[in-house]
């Protein structure tokens, strides 16, 4: 096997090439239609096969041995957090966030909006969002209420996961003044909000500033 001949496998025969190796991949439903097209004559791979991305990406290596081995490194310079996190416990803080999001409601189908530092549940809350097949849009944590309004519009969420607050080296930005005024400011009206509670937060709120 070389490359060149994969290569031109691939190109002679694609349909039959990805459905071989399309049998590497744990299906949800294995597609019996590898390649079709949609009603504008666009190409469509795998047509009517399912997958589950966070099981691919964390049930599955539990179920394949490497339960202890580390699934992600979390190294934050501005908190000075740093820790390593198995995939046996990545599964159980996925399957217990999927849980609380399901409490809200949120199923197959529905969008999650997701404003969020770059911290581990941010990537906690993408994974649980694939387990229960809700679609997550990510909104960078450093928009204002305004451009968090418009995308509260644009995806019609059911529900946003977000923080207290945001941390950088030289300052704390306090996130929920934020959520609450584009929440008020969106034509589309969100039915919940999950919020993260942060301890920095907690310390902003002794100051006297004001977190809802």
Excluded at 88 to 107: H, K, W, Y
Excluded at 135 to 160: C, M, Q, Y
Excluded at 177 to 189: C, L, S
């Amino acid at each position: 096997m070389s490359y060149a001949s994969e290569f031109q496998k691939s190109v002679d025969h694609p349909a039959v090439y990805w459905g071989e190796i399309a049998q590497q991949i744990a299906w949800y439903k294995a597609p019996t239609q590898i390649l079709g097209s949609d009603e504008q004559g666009s190409d469509r791979w795998f047509v009517d096969g399912e997958l589950n991305t966070c099981y691919l990406a964390v049930d599955y290596h539990v179920e394949h041995g490497r339960a202890d081995q580390t699934a992600i490194i979390y190294d934050s310079p501005v908190t000075n957090t740093q820790r390593n996190i198995s995939y046996a416990e990545l599964q159980r803080d996925v399957a217990q966030l999927a849980g609380a999001i399901a409490q809200q409601g949120v199923s197959k189908g529905d969008r999650v909006l997701i404003y969020m530092p770059m911290m581990y549940e941010s990537v906690l809350a993408m994974l649980a969002c694939a387990r229960l097949g809700a679609v997550h849009s990510v909104v960078f944590g450093g928009f204002a209420s305004h451009e968090v309004a418009t995308r509260i519009d644009d995806a019609h969420p059911k529900l946003v996961l977000t923080a207290t607050c945001g941390i950088e080296p030289t300052r704390t930005i306090e996130y929920m003044p934020i959520v609450n005024e584009a929440i008020d400011m969106a034509e589309h009206k969100v039915d919940n909000v999950m919020v993260l509670a942060r301890p920095q937060a907690q310390y902003a709120l002794r100051e006297g500033r004001d977190i809802d």
